[in-house]
């Protein structure tokens, strides 16, 4: 007779069934906590991005972006722009598909800034593999900690400027060639550095290291297979280029001045003018020691490297192969970051935003190494430690959870009803403003010219007369012209603007009529709308 499988008795082997396994329920309920704490970082960073104000700089590819999505208007052939083109591109897309400027332009960017961490979180994961479990999940939370508490990274990830994409892509360039044995890693590796150099030219410096890992990666090989390494991955940045290779192949002189004349000779003729004291390359090489290492967290982030990577010098033969070869690779990448940190003329903060993930690589790569042995806790409650204080120092950055249930208290909504209000005043036609936030978030047209906001027009009076119609920049010196052959339907000023006063007199002149914009609190400036009669 057919035995009844039913009442047939359970096995006994607890290797048949995974709950009595107490390794695998351990790593379960790792693997839920650290996904619970991912997800609650990224509720954090959207409720410190959508509470802040907005910074004049980003203007500057919220307003490109968007001429790109309505009018098709391209950088450098159609207006003056100061950047490599992919973030503005993507902005582009983003704005083809929603009414808002600002909004998913912060969104995209706090998304960005958190992937950021996620990436760094999978690429020490990974490091850790083969490890005991306590170095599986402790150092990798320790890490995105490390990274989400940094005041470098907090202060910048949110903002629509191209740091947090660039980085985001820099760091992917960086996962692939740290892939041993991948195929077609190197060809990756150069898509994302040929990203990240489309988003922000000061990642450029980075191509050179890479390029030098992919010839002399462990893998070896005869010199053929070496160079074709070196090719595959000049292939993939070269792919990833093509956008800015079509650019400038539309308007070569404009594209150059955007990327370098503007930044180097413009931009030092306008420092020098109000004799700016950080506009020296001696203030900018102590730029770290003076202005970023006194903050605390910065301090421990610093230290930890300094440990880590004296200790893993010191014992640098008995690493493994592959965990050297990493580990110089990170540590190569380094002063090629700097340049890029230093190449503009005055060094700001958001610069060094690059080097907090290869800070944190380069702790974490060192730490997995070493945990065999006495240290399997250790040395990552240690550092876990470390993250939670310096998290802890932050804290009061990110506990304002509430903010992400208030849309109407947003900057970005308030913004966008401000332009609806400007909207209501203006006929058809272009606005003239230095903020061109505002006309934009109520889908009216502005200048192109005048898409930097205020960034071309305090830079035109440093550009030799001759060249600026051809480079297209507009400034105090000949707007009222350029106004005479193509006047504007309204002006948009704020009374609080340095730089307003001339255009507030042009109008006055004209004949143009005040409306004053409803107050919506200190983080969007009162303006002004004069309207034509």
């Keep these: 007779m057919r035995e009844d499988v039913t009442n047939a008795p359970m096995s006994s082997n607890p290797k048949e069934s995974p709950a009595r396994d107490p390794a695998r329920m351990a790593g379960f309920c790792a693997?839920?906590?650290?996904?619970?704490?991912?997800?609650?970082?990224?509720?954090l960073m959207l409720s410190l991005g959508l509470r802040r104000g907005m910074n004049h700089d980003e203007c500057l590819p919220l307003a490109a972006g968007a001429l790109f999505a309505r009018h098709l208007s391209l950088p450098y052939r159609d207006y003056p722009y100061f950047h490599m083109p992919d973030l503005i591109l993507l902005y582009g897309v983003l704005f083809r598909w929603c009414r808002f400027v600002l909004l998913p332009a912060r969104l995209f960017s706090v998304v960005a800034g958190w992937l950021t961490i996620l990436l760094l979180w999978i690429i020490v994961r990974r490091e850790c593999r083969g490890k005991p479990l306590p170095v599986r999940w402790?150092?990798?939370a320790a890490a995105a900690l490390l990274l989400f508490s940094s005041p470098i990274f907090r202060d910048a990830f949110w903002r629509t400027w191209n740091h947090?994409?660039?980085t985001l892509f820099g760091l992917a360039a960086a996962a692939f060639a740290l892939r041993p044995r991948l195929g077609w890693r190197w060809f990756w590796a150069g898509v994302?550095?040929?990203?990240?150099?489309g988003t922000r030219l000061t990642f450029a410096p980075l191509f050179?290291?890479?390029?030098v890992a992919a010839a002399v990666e462990p893998a070896g090989g005869e010199l053929r297979e070496r160079t074709r390494r070196v090719a595959i991955f000049c292939a993939g940045a070269a792919v990833s280029l093509l956008p800015s290779l079509i650019l400038f192949a539309m308007a070569p002189a404009?594209?150059?001045?955007?990327?370098?004349?503007?930044?180097?000779?413009?931009?030092?003729?306008?420092?020098?003018?109000?004799?700016n004291p950080q506009a020296t390359l001696r203030a900018r090489l102590l730029f770290p020691f003076t202005t970023l290492l006194p903050h605390r967290s910065n301090l421990v982030l610093a230290l930890l490297f300094v440990l880590l990577v004296a200790a893993a010098l010191i014992r640098f033969s008995k690493m493994p192969v592959e965990a050297r070869y990493r580990l110089l690779l990170v540590l190569g990448l380094f002063p090629f970051t700097f340049m890029g940190a230093i190449a503009p003329q005055v060094t700001q903060h958001?610069?060094?935003?690059?080097f907090v993930p290869l800070l944190v690589l380069a702790i974490a790569i060192p730490a997995a190494a070493f945990c065999p042995g006495r240290a399997v806790w250790i040395l990552p409650l240690l550092l876990l430690a470390a993250s939670i204080l310096t998290t802890a120092w932050t804290w009061e950055e990110y506990q304002r959870l509430a903010i992400l249930k208030r849309p109407s208290a947003w900057p970005a909504v308030i913004f966008h009803e401000a332009g609806l209000e400007a909207r209501g005043l203006v006929r058809a036609g272009r606005v003239l403003t230095l903020d061109p936030i505002i006309p934009l978030e109520g889908d009216l047209d502005i200048y192109p010219a005048l898409v930097t906001g205020s960034i071309a027009w305090r830079a035109e009076p440093f550009v030799p007369p001759a060249e600026r119609d051809g480079l297209m920049m507009m400034g105090p010196d000949n707007?009222?012209?350029k106004m005479e052959q193509t006047p504007p339907a309204a002006v948009i000023a704020s009374p609080s603007s340095l730089l307003d006063p001339p255009l507030i007199a042009w109008a006055r002149a004209h004949g143009y009529a005040p409306h004053l914009l409803q107050p919506r609190g200190k983080l969007v400036d009162q303006a002004t709308v004069w309207t034509a009669q």
Excluded: D, K, V
Excluded at 259 to 274: A, D
């Design 31 to 43: 693997a839920a906590l650290s996904g619970a704490g991912l997800l609650l970082l990224l509720l």
């Design 138 to 140: 402790l150092l990798p």
């Design 164 to 166: 947090a994409l660039a």
């Design 192 to 197: 994302f550095i040929g990203l990240a150099i």
């Design 208 to 211: 050179a290291p890479l390029a």
């Design 254 to 275: 404009q594209f150059l001045y955007g990327n370098f004349t503007f930044n180097s000779t413009t931009n030092i003729l306008f420092r020098q003018s109000y004799h």
């Design 350 to 354: 958001e610069y060094y935003y690059p």
């Design 479 to 481: 707007f009222s012209a």
